[in-house]
């Protein structure tokens, strides 16, 4: 998903600069704000900006012959809603096109709109439409997860089909090329992301309970877990809530 | 518990087998990135277009590229495996000391 440096035009470069920063800024405050509310937070943080860090830099085979890598901002999108994942992806993003050569400084505001704003958003919708519509936490984790990877891959196609539309069939024509080399290669990507973090979820829900209570992504429990009356708790609460800070790290 | 870990072990299989399975299935692919396969088609598409800014910093060869990948992948690794490390052990620590307090208050008398 990353655009090669200078291969937006400069009007487009700068258009997907300013759309992408107020997010930015946005979620930077926002993770300044978790931090300082939540001191408790910071572990978990740090654990969603090394997700993302750790499964953007490997590229994985796909069934149609070529290779991509995941997004991996799935995982704070779940924990900390979206916005925080705005900065910790332009950081990962920014990273790349300093020290790599992969991505740029002219099209960062373009991935970062893609990977950190578009996907984020795309995987917490798909988790939460998944929890309202009755699904658990997992299956939520898994759609919210490879959703977040795919809608990255299909913003940056339909942003290079709108630089660069097709001669003859024009913005329509130069999207399904694009599409044809991102969005298919990544659909086996998305679906091993899923499960990677179904199984890092498994981890959490056992070790870091504390932690997702607070955050709304588990229900307290009550002493009997066939007690299922509270339901509707799930990904609704945090807004119900904002202000509950007990149950955190002691 | 036993069944835990047999989920475990079939979701690692299944995200294994998603990535071995292409590399075995298929021979003759030289598998690019994505990214590059879409720079060569705006080249293609777009043969007027000229890139009006080159990176500030190129790794050297396809070795230090590497490496900087692999570093990246280390710290986001690194990180990831310290916090779950110590979200494990706080987890048996409280255990623990669960353990050693039970005893005591049931042999007060």
């Known amino acids: 998903m990353h655009i090669a440096e200078g291969f937006l035009p400069p009007a487009h470069a700068i258009g997907w ?18 931090v300082r509310e939540n001191p408790e937070s910071t572990l978990l943080l740090g654990a969603a900006g090394a997700f993302t860090f750790v499964l953007s830099a490997i590229k994985l085979p796909s069934v149609t012959g070529s290779s991509s890598h995941p997004t991996g901002t799935g995982l704070g999108a779940v924990l900390f809603k979206p916005p925080v994942m705005a900065l910790l992806g332009t950081i990962v993003l920014l990273f790349q096109a300093l020290l790599l050569a992969h991505g740029g400084l002219t099209t960062l505001g373009a991935n970062v709109f893609s990977m950190a704003i578009v996907g984020p958003w795309a995987g917490y919708g798909a988790y939460l439409l998944t929890r309202r519509l009755g699904g658990g936490l997992l299956p939520a984790v898994f759609a919210a997860m490879a959703l977040s990877d795919l809608a990255t891959y299909v913003t940056t196609a339909l942003q290079l089909a709108w630089a660069h539309p097709d001669a003859e069939s024009g913005f329509l024509g130069a999207a399904v090329k694009f599409l044809g080399v991102f969005a298919v290669t990544q659909i086996p990507l998305a679906i091993g992301e899923g499960l990677l973090g179904v199984l890092l979820f498994r981890v959490l829900t056992v070790n870091a309970r504390p932690e997702l209570e607070r955050l709304g992504v588990l229900t307290p429990e009550p002493a009997g877990p066939a007690e299922v009356s509270r339901d509707e708790v799930h990904g609704v609460s945090r807004a119900q809530a904002p202000d509950e800070t007990t149950g955190g790290e002691r | ?89 706080r987890r048996s620590a409280e255990k623990a000391a669960g353990k050693t307090t039970q005893p005591e208050e049931a042999g007060g008398p």
């Open chain 2, 1 to 89: 518990m036993r069944r835990r870990h047999l989920v475990t072990a079939l979701l690692v299989l299944a995200v294994v087998a998603l990535f071995a399975l292409p590399l075995l299935i298929d021979g003759g692919s030289d598998y690019t990135g994505t990214d590059s396969q879409a720079t060569e088609l705006i080249e293609e598409s777009d043969p007027g277009y000229t890139p009006w800014f080159s990176s500030v910093f190129s790794p050297g060869s396809a070795e230090v590229e590497s490496g900087l990948f692999a570093l990246q992948a280390a710290l986001g690794g690194g990180v990831l495996g310290y916090v779950l490390g110590r979200l494990r052990g």
């Open chain 1, 17 to 34: 600069t300013v759309a992408a920063a107020p997010f930015v800024v946005h979620g930077a405050r926002a993770v300044v704000k978790e």
